[in-house]
């Protein structure tokens, strides 16, 4: 088996280092490595060529700017080998990772293995977003996974007019051929990409959901969101005990029983910093989102009419 490990990214010098030498730590390495490269500003298409020049199997190919789908494109598009496995910046996978596909794959027969991947904050604001948003259990993704050439043939690459879920697009279009997933449940790889401030939060969320609703994904949470926001002012407006229940109901739910059932520990969560991060975060997000998903919604209703 051969396989060629493809990489979008968009100035990440700083990541890439870390990150090519893990790859090149496997006990099983890889065919190739291809890292292309979004018309960085900084020196990622330098290190790549460098690190190319020392005799390493990598290569840098040239991208442009719209997401990370453009950048999976072309790589899987230029790939030599027969296997191809996507990885972010951001992700520094162990060194039995590669194995662990592939020992997988064999062992299954299936025509993708998703591997798993675990943040891993830093500072406490990291560790409070972690909470929120994905918490400490590891979880199946696409970047970080392992596909034989024929899938992309047979649902097609990622969608390049997305800046955002393009992976979660492809995703469900994954399962509604498939029906099911390979999972390596070993080998989980760390994740150390995580927003730093809130600031990066809002732009990260806003853009996401608003991304989600010309993708098509997420209905459930568009219609929790546009409905729920409306009502939760109304309720505000004309009833001030049914708002502090609907407070107390919301504080319950996004600020101790959702991090907790991610897997936060609850001692770590009681302790009022830590839960006064947590909380603020989650009415971040949810604003963001909320915003998001208007936004789109609107730019998907007056398309037809900008269009013509």
């Given amino acids: 088996m051969q396989i060629s490990v493809v990489i979008p990214a968009l100035n990440e010098e700083k990541a890439l280092p870390g990150l090519l030498e893990a790859l090149l730590r496997q006990t099983r390495l890889p065919g190739e490595i291809i890292v292309v490269d979004a018309d960085s500003t900084d020196r990622t298409a330098g290190i790549v060529e460098e690190w190319g020049r020392r005799g390493h199997p990598v290569r840098c190919l040239k991208g442009r700017r719209g997401g990370c789908g453009i950048g999976r494109n072309i790589g899987i598009q230029a790939a030599k080998c027969e296997w191809i496995v996507i990885l972010d910046c951001g992700m520094v996978p162990i060194p039995s990772w590669l194995a662990g596909l592939e020992e997988t ?14 943040y891993k904050p830093v500072s406490s604001f990291q560790k409070a977003l972690c909470a929120v948003a994905w918490g400490e259990r590891p979880v199946p993704v696409v970047p970080c996974a392992l596909f034989h050439g024929s899938v992309f043939e047979t649902i097609g690459l990622f969608r390049e007019d997305l ?19 390979c999972v390596m449940q070993e080998a989980i790889t760390p994740h150390l990409d995580i927003p730093v401030d809130l600031r990066r939060v809002l732009r990260k969320w806003f853009l996401y959901s608003h991304c989600a609703v010309r993708a098509g994904v997420l209905r459930g949470a568009q219609i929790l969101y546009l409905l729920g926001v409306p009502l939760s002012l109304f309720i505000l407006a004309y009833s001030w005990p049914a708002a502090l229940g609907l407070l107390l109901l919301y504080t319950g739910i996004r600020g101790i029983w959702l991090p907790l059932a991610r897997g936060t520990a609850l001692a770590w969560l009681m302790k009022p910093a830590n839960f006064a991060r947590v909380f603020m975060i989650a009415c971040s997000i949810d604003i963001a989102k909320a915003l998001g998903f208007a936004a789109g919604r609107y730019s998907l209703l007056w398309k037809p009419a900008g269009a013509a």
């Fill in 105 to 118: 794959q064999k062992r299954t027969g299936a025509q993708a293995v998703f591997g798993t991947c675990a």
């Fill in 163 to 181: 800046e955002a879920v393009e992976d979660r697009e492809w995703f469900k279009r994954f399962l509604r051929r498939y029906g099911c997933l």
